[in-house]
């Protein structure tokens, strides 16, 4: 079965500094989809960036990119220059299969940022 | 270009009633996909539909139901509610169901009962 961990409940940086969230996945497929969503308390699912497993170089998107190991099952995100409006639940999910939309979602990060 | 559109957002039902939410996928979007989102179980995948045919379905009872119409838009149904339905349901749209469409939420719909 696939599933998702992420191991840190609740992270804090300093505005404008940077912080690393951490997601490991367990799954036998080869190619698969992973993906870091943002939930603001708005609660809407906010797409921040994704990954295909058979590309090697990571995804960067602004001042967000991640660092994929595939071998290992991981894929942090890191964010640069955090901001004030980055602070949000941070879910980690996997795409089951190539062809619907049932994903896999870790527990979730609450990302806390400091003036 | 309007975002994915569920009703209602907030609604309380008694034990043992039924609800129906809806969803309005994006414009242009014929796969629509649900999830319940509950402080102990996180987030999990309910079902999704596709040209108005349940493509995947999740680990949830037979009083979980749902269905798409031939504009895209989407139901859920839950019957005989139990307290531990109380959740936010999230609806997602996409263009299909091909591993490279962006998945796209709405705000949810927060089901209390009571």
């Known amino acids: 079965a696939q599933t998702v961990t992420q191991s840190q409940p609740e992270m804090s940086v300093q505005e404008a500094e940077t912080v690393t969230l951490s997601c490991t996945y367990d799954t036998s497929e080869s190619d698969y989809y992973l993906f870091w969503y943002k939930q603001p308390p708005s609660r809407q699912m906010i797409l921040v960036i994704r990954q295909e497993a058979y590309k090697q170089q990571n995804a960067t998107e602004n001042r967000f990119s991640v660092n994929f190991q595939k071998a290992a099952k991981s894929f942090s995100l890191k964010i640069s220059d955090s901001q004030l409006g980055d602070a949000a639940m941070y879910f980690c999910?996997?795409?089951?299969?190539?062809?619907?939309?049932?994903?896999?979602f870790g527990a979730g990060t609450r990302l806390t940022v400091k003036p | 270009k309007a975002g994915v559109t569920q009703t209602p957002r907030y609604l309380i039902k008694t034990r043992g009633q039924q609800v129906t939410l809806s969803c309005s996928p994006i414009s242009g979007h014929r796969s629509v996909s649900w999830y319940q989102q509950t402080p102990g179980q996180g987030l999990q995948f309910l079902f999704e539909y596709f040209s108005e045919t349940q493509r995947n379905k999740g680990n949830f009872p037979g009083r979980f139901s749902g269905r798409q119409f031939s504009n895209s838009r989407s139901e859920m149904n839950v019957s005989t509610l139990e307290l531990g339905d109380s959740a936010l349901y999230l609806c997602?749209?996409?263009?299909?169901?091909?591993?490279?469409?962006?998945?796209?939420f709405g705000e949810g719909s927060w089901l209390t009962v009571v």
């Open positions: 997602a749209s996409s263009l299909g169901t091909a591993a490279g469409n962006t998945i796209y």
């Open positions: 999910a996997y795409r089951v299969g190539y062809n619907n939309n049932d994903m896999r």
